[in-house]
C-alpha cells in the first residue's frame, strides 16, 4: 500500500456533487501523478463498472474502482464529502470516497494489497479516523496502515537502590490439603459455515463481504465462518475437509460459483454480494434456520447471475425479469446454431428443401442439395429444442435443478399443442412455481434424499402436464394462433408502427434487458416462421446494427469529437455493428449517454420502420451482413440500415458539437494551462455518466 496511496492522491474537502463528478476530480489527482494515461478512457471503464452494479455501501462508504487498460500502477485516491455524495448505497449518500485503479493486468500480489483496504472499512474505528482526520499526509499514512512512530518517554532519575536489610525468619504456615480440581466444562461446538463471496472486478465488494460474513460470525460467538473469495485474479480453495465439515454455505456473489458442486447437500443461502456486506448476521441466521430443518442443496450447475431468484429484498418485477433472462440466454445457442443451419439450407437448396426427404434414408454425397437438406434437418432437430430449452431455464432460474424436469416437459407440451413461445413461457414459469412450492413442504427426513431426484420431479411434472394439456395450454395456442394472424396480416401504417417500436427498444439499452426482450419476441416467431415473423426477425437485427456502426461512421467524420479511446472503440464498432452485436456502443453509450442513446435510438427506430415497409425478412437469428443473401430484399435492407446508421450519425455529431468549451484555466486546468483537450484544438469532454 505504500506506493499506491500518497498526500497528492488524498482530497479533504471534495466538493464535487455526483459521483460521476466525484470520479473525474479524484483520476484528476491520478493523471497528474502519471498513475493514469488517459483521463476520459479511464473515466469510461469507470462507469462501465458502475452500470454493472452501484458501488455504494452502508455507513457512508463509496468505492468506485475498475481494472483499465489507461492506469500503470495500482492507485488509490480518496475524497471527503460534506455534502454526501449518492452512490446508490441504500442508507443514502457517501461521504468517504475511495476509486482504486487496477491495472488491465494486476497481478495477486496488487489485488491482495487492494482487499486490504475493502477489509479495513468493515472497521468502524477506522472509518471515524478518516471523518476526523485534518492532514492529507497523515490522511494518506491511516490508508496505508503506517505505524506511528512511538513518542520518546522523559528520562527518569534513578531512584536510589534500598538498604538491604534482615527480616526475622516466620515460621512456616502448616500446609493444607489441595481439594481435587474440577475438569474444566468442554466448550459447545460452534455452527460451522463456508462462504464463497465474488464480484465482477474482484477489487473491492469480494472482500468487504468477506470480512463482513467472518466479523458477524465472530460476533455471534457461537458460528465460525470461513470464506473463500473468488476474485478476478484467481482463488484459493478451501480444503476438503473444510467443506465436509460445514454445516451450512452462503454464497454472497454475482458472478458465476465456481466449481460451485464441492458445495452441493448443505443448507444454502444464494445472495448477491452487496447482502454480503450489508446484512451478514441475517445471513447466517437464515442459514441456520435452513439446517435446523434439515434443507439441503442438491444441484452441482454453476449459477449465474440472472439464475439466481434474486436478493431477498428485489421486488417481484425484477424477479421475473432475471427468470425470464436465464431462460432466454440459454435458448439463444439453440436459435443461433439452428437457425443459421436452416437458413443456409435454404440459401443452398431453395426453399422447397424443407419437403426434402430425410437425409438419413436418401443422401447422395455428390448433390447440392443432399447437402442443404442436411443443413436444413439439422438446424431443425436444433430448433426443435428453442420452446423446451427456454421453459426449462426459466424453471431452472426459478427453482435450480429440480426445475428442469417440469420445465422441459412443459415446454415439450407447447410445442405438441401449438402454444408456441407463449406457451414455453408459462410452462416455465409454472414449473418453476410448482418445484418453489414444493420445496417449502416439510417433508420426513428419511424421504430428503429422494426428493431431488424422484419426487419432486415426479409431482410437478405431472402438474404442470394436467395444467399445460387440460387448463392453460388451449387459451395459449389460441392466442399465439391469434398473434401469428396479426403478424401475417401486418401491412402499411401498422407495420411501420412495430417496427418503429422494435428499434427504439433495441437501441435503448444496447443489449440490456429492453434489447433482449425485443430479440426473443423476434426470435420466438422463428419457431413457426411466417411472414410476418420474418419481417420482425429482420427489423430487429438491422436495427440492433445501427448504434454500433453509428458510433464507428462518427468516430471517423467527426474524430475531434471524440477522445484517443474512443477513436480506437470506433474501429472496432464496425466489425462489431456488422456482426449485429449492439454491445459494440456501450463504451460510447457509458461515456456519454444523454446524447449517444437518443441518437442510437432515432436511428434504429428510422431502420425498423423501413425495414417493415421494404417488407424484408430473415431466416436467420444472427449474422448481420453476413447472412445479407439470406434476407428477403436485400437491397433495400442494406438501404433501411444505412439510412438509420445516417440518423445516428449526424444526430450525435450534431449533439456533441453543441457543447461549450471549458474555460482556461478551469477547474481542470493547472496553471492556466487549461483543458488538455482544448491545447489540442479538441473540444473538451463532458463528465462521464453512469
Request: charged letters at 15%; a negative charge.
Amino acid at each position: 500500500m505504500s506506493e499506491m496511496i500518497t498526500a497528492d492522491l488524498v482530497d479533504l474537502d471534495l466538493s464535487a456533487d455526483t459521483k460521476e463528478a466525484a470520479a473525474r476530480a479524484l483520476a484528476e489527482r491520478m493523471v497528474a501523478q502519471g498513475r493514469v494515461t488517459d483521463l476520459d478512457g479511464f473515466l469510461a471503464d469507470v462507469a462501465a463498472r458502475e452500470a454493472q452494479m452501484p458501488t455504494g455501501l452502508d455507513g457512508g462508504i463509496g468505492i468506485p474502482h475498475c481494472r483499465s487498460e489507461h492506469v500503470t500502477e495500482p492507485t488509490l485516491a480518496f475524497g471527503r464529502s460534506t455534502d454526501g455524495i449518492d452512490f446508490g448505497a441504500p442508507d443514502g449518500p457517501a461521504d468517504l470516497i475511495f476509486l482504486i485503479a487496477a491495472p488491465a493486468g494486476a497481478d495477486d500480489a496488487h489485488l491482495t494489497i487492494l482487499s486490504s483496504l475493502a477489509r479495513q472499512l468493515m472497521d468502524e474505528d477506522f472509518k471515524a479516523a478518516l471523518r476526523t482526520a485534518t492532514d492529507t499526509g497523515a490522511t494518506a499514512a491511516l490508508i496505508r496502515g503506517d505505524e506511528p512512530e512511538p513518542t520518546p518517554e522523559p528520562e527518569s532519575t534513578p531512584e536510589p537502590t534500598p538498604e538491604l536489610t534482615t527480616e526475622p525468619e516466620s515460621t512456616p504456615e502448616p500446609q493444607s490439603t489441595p481439594e481435587p480440581e474440577t475438569a474444566p466444562a468442554a466448550p459447545a461446538a460452534k455452527f460451522k459455515i463456508v462462504a464463497v463471496t465474488s464480484c465482477p472486478t474482484g477489487i473491492a465488494h469480494t472482500y468487504m463481504a468477506a470480512e463482513s460474513l467472518e466479523k458477524a460470525g465472530r460476533d455471534a460467538g457461537d458460528v465460525e465462518v470461513v470464506v473463500e473469495t473468488q476474485g478476478s485474479a484467481g482463488f484459493t480453495r478451501l480444503a476438503p475437509e473444510v467443506i465436509a465439515g460445514a454445516d451450512g454455505v452462503i454464497f454472497a456473489h454475482d458472478v458465476p460459483v465456481r466449481e460451485k458442486d464441492r458445495f452441493a447437500g448443505k443448507p444454502t443461502v444464494d445472495v448477491g454480494v452487496k447482502a454480503g456486506i450489508n446484512r451478514p448476521a441475517e445471513l447466517i441466521g437464515e442459514v441456520r434456520e435452513k439446517a435446523a430443518r434439515g434443507e439441503t442443496t442438491s444441484g452441482a450447475a454453476s449459477a449465474t447471475p440472472v439464475d439466481r431468484a434474486g436478493d431477498a429484498g428485489d421486488g417481484y418485477g425484477t424477479k421475473l425479469r432475471k427468470w425470464l433472462m436465464s431462460g432466454v440466454s440459454y435458448m439463444v445457442p439453440f436459435v443461433a446454431a439452428g437457425g443459421l443451419l436452416i437458413a443456409l439450407g435454404f440459401a443452398i437448396g431453395g426453399y422447397t428443401i424443407n419437403k426434402a426427404p430425410s437425409v438419413a434414408e436418401h443422401f447422395v454425397w455428390t448433390q447440392t442439395d443432399s447437402w442443404a437438406a442436411l443443413l436444413f434437418q439439422v438446424g431443425s432437430v436444433a430448433f426443435a429444442f428453442l420452446v423446451p430449452v427456454l421453459a426449462g431455464f426459466i424453471a431452472y432460474g426459478m427453482a435450480d435443478r429440480p426445475g428442469l424436469v417440469p420445465g422441459f416437459v412443459g415446454g415439450s407440451i407447447a410445442l405438441t399443442i401449438n402454444a408456441g413461445f407463449l406457451g414455453g413461457l408459462a410452462a416455465g414459469l409454472i414449473a418453476g412455481g410448482v418445484v418453489m412450492a414444493i420445496q417449502k413442504v416439510n417433508v420426513p427426513p428419511v424421504l430428503r434424499g429422494i426428493m431431488p431426484v424422484v419426487v419432486i420431479p415426479l409431482i410437478s411434472s405431472a402438474v404442470v402436464g394436467f395444467l399445460m394439456f387440460l387448463v392453460i395450454g388451449k387459451p395459449i395456442a389460441s392466442l399465439q394462433s391469434a398473434l401469428t394472424d396479426w403478424l401475417n396480416s401486418l401491412s402499411g401504417a401498422n407495420a411501420i408502427i412495430l417496427g418503429v417500436i422494435l428499434g427504439l427498444m433495441m437501441c435503448f439499452d444496447l443489449g440490456g434487458p429492453l434489447n433482449k426482450v425485443a430479440y426473443a419476441f423476434a426470435v420466438g416467431g422463428l419457431a413457426n416462421p411466417t411472414e410476418g415473423s420474418l419481417k420482425v426477425m429482420a427489423a430487429v437485427m438491422a436495427a440492433g446494427m445501427v448504434p454500433p456502426l453509428a458510433m464507428a461512421l462518427a468516430t471517423t467524420v467527426r474524430g475531434r469529437l471524440f477522445t484517443k479511446t474512443e477513436r480506437e472503440n470506433g474501429k472496432a464498432a464496425w466489425v462489431l455493428g456488422a456482426s449485429f452485436i449492439t454491445e459494440g456502443a456501450i463504451p460510447f453509450a457509458a461515456a456519454d449517454p444523454l446524447r449517444v442513446i437518443p441518437a442510437s435510438m432515432a436511428g434504429g427506430a428510422v431502420t425498423g420502420a423501413l425495414s417493415m415497409a421494404f417488407g424484408c425478412t430473415l431466416r436467420a437469428p444472427h449474422g448481420g451482413i453476413f447472412v445479407v443473401p439470406l434476407i428477403g430484399n436485400p437491397f433495400l435492407y442494406l438501404i433501411a440500415i444505412a439510412a438509420g446508421v445516417c440518423v445516428s450519425t449526424a444526430l450525435v455529431v450534431i449533439l456533441k458539437g453543441m457543447r461549450k468549451p471549458a474555460p482556461v484555466g478551469g477547474a481542470n486546468g493547472a496553471d492556466g494551462a487549461g483543458d488538455a483537450s482544448a491545447q489540442k484544438g479538441e473540444e473538451p469532454k463532458i463528465p462521464v455518466a453512469a
